[in-house]
């Protein structure tokens, strides 16, 4: 059973940057897919980003290319995503999303995760 904790929401001003950081507990990282994902208020949730097991390979939405990017330390047992040149259409609660199991590739799909996080907001705005 694992656990994950986001953190690191908050109000940014368009072009600024955020860092989430996502908290796994119940299983080493090493053993772990995980990803991003978004919900915009009447909107359904979309996969931002997620990584493979050791970190070798990543995928981002189109929407977030070249502004997003994930990382894990697996000592720590820490993802995160680093946001940059926010947009207010970035906005929405983010959730760190996990599954069990070694991947060689990733999925931005959420049915195919079975732990979530409870979310963090992320507002950009002037």
């Known amino acids: 059973q694992l656990e994950l904790v986001e953190s690191g929401g908050g109000l940014v001003q368009p072009g600024g940057s955020l860092r989430l950081s996502c908290g796994v507990s119940?299983?080493?990282?090493?053993?772990?897919?995980v990803g991003w994902f978004r919900q915009a208020p009447g909107k359904e949730r979309e996969g931002v980003s997620c990584?493979?097991?050791?970190?070798?390979?990543?995928s981002y939405a189109d929407s977030v290319l070249g502004r997003f990017t994930i990382s894990r330390d697996n000592a720590r047992n820490t993802v995160t995503l680093q946001m940059n040149s926010l947009k207010p259409e970035d906005t929405g609660v983010y959730y760190c999303?996990?599954?069990?199991?070694?991947?060689?590739?990733?999925?931005?799909?959420?049915?195919?995760?079975?732990?979530w996080g409870q979310g963090t907001q992320v507002t950009v705005s002037s």
């Open positions: 999303a996990a599954r069990s199991g070694r991947t060689a590739g990733c999925t931005k799909v959420n049915s195919w995760y079975n732990y």
């Open positions: 119940g299983s080493t990282l090493d053993y772990v897919t």
């Open positions: 990584m493979n097991t050791v970190g070798s390979m990543a």
